[in-house]
């Protein structure tokens, strides 16, 4: 997936990759898309509680070899 | 949509206690909350520059987890605190969980309202040039302020 940013939130923990999700959208236009790469495993329903708060669209998200990758597209 | 609002009482200075508030606050700030953290009693210890005093004790604590049995009459000898407290600091570190200060700095960059007690200040004869800068005081009625018309009100 396309993306126009990109976060390393690895080795973080809660609330690190929300709150510094929430910076790096800060920075970013809308519909643009952030791709958040976190290696806490409750970053999963944390991201997408996230989103549905903030009213940013999680729009794709992916794990593979314990790290959680999320695709949010800015409001 | 209006603003959602939250409001913290944060009553306690130890470590374990201290994360909390800052943990919830920021994530609150994150989410586009409004949020005021009113400190109090020993609270007040967490808005200091400097918060190398903030502590974690096992005594009194026993859900404490700790890698060894310890009885309690080892755990109330001299230099026992300040070592649970550096193995609890390396622990959070290697977690990947921030420090203190770092989830205080987030605070304050997310424009989270800091609020010390009046009262609890003069109680304990605090010096208000040892607490940081972002700090605003007032009393009971300040927080009611606030606090009266928030969507989550917390004690800790």
């Given amino acids: 997936m396309n993306f126009d940013k990109e976060l390393n ?5 809660c609330p690190l990759p929300i709150v510094k999700t929430k910076k790096a959208l800060a920075d970013m236009a809308s519909n ?10 409750g970053s999963v329903k944390d991201m997408a509680a996230f989103a549905e ?3 940013n669209a999680l729009l794709a998200q992916e794990e593979a ?6 695709y949010m597209k800015k409001k | 949509m209006a603003t959602k ?3 913290i009482i944060a009553t306690k200075g ?6 909390p508030p800052f943990i919830l606050a920021s994530t609150a700030a994150a989410l586009g909350y409004d949020v005021q953290i009113f400190f109090t009693f020993y609270g007040l210890q967490l808005l200091r520059k400097d918060l190398s005093d903030v ?22 000898l001299p230099g026992m605190e300040s070592m649970a407290t550096m193995m609890m600091k390396q622990k959070l570190a290697k977690h990947g969980v921030a420090s203190l200060e770092e989830l205080r700095d987030l605070c304050l960059e997310a424009d989270v309202k800091f609020i010390a007690c009046q009262m609890t200040v003069d109680l304990f004869e605090f010096d208000k040039s040892e607490f940081i800068d972002n700090v605003e005081y007032g009393g009971a009625a300040t927080f009611m302020g606030f606090a ?9």
């Fill in chain 1, 9 to 13: 939130a690895r080795g973080l923990s």
């Fill in chain 1, 32 to 41: 643009q898309v952030l791709k958040v790469i976190s290696t806490d495993s």
């Fill in chain 1, 53 to 55: 708060q903030t009213g």
């Fill in chain 1, 65 to 70: 070899n314990g790290e959680y990758v999320f």
């Fill in chain 2, 5 to 7: 609002k939250m409001a």
């Fill in chain 2, 14 to 19: 130890t470590l374990d206690m201290a994360y």
């Fill in chain 2, 55 to 76: 502590k974690i004790s096992p005594l009194g604590n026993p859900a404490m987890p700790m890698p060894v049995p310890m009885p309690v009459m080892v755990q109330m």
């Fill in chain 2, 148 to 156: 009266g018309d928030t969507d989550i009100c917390l004690f800790i």
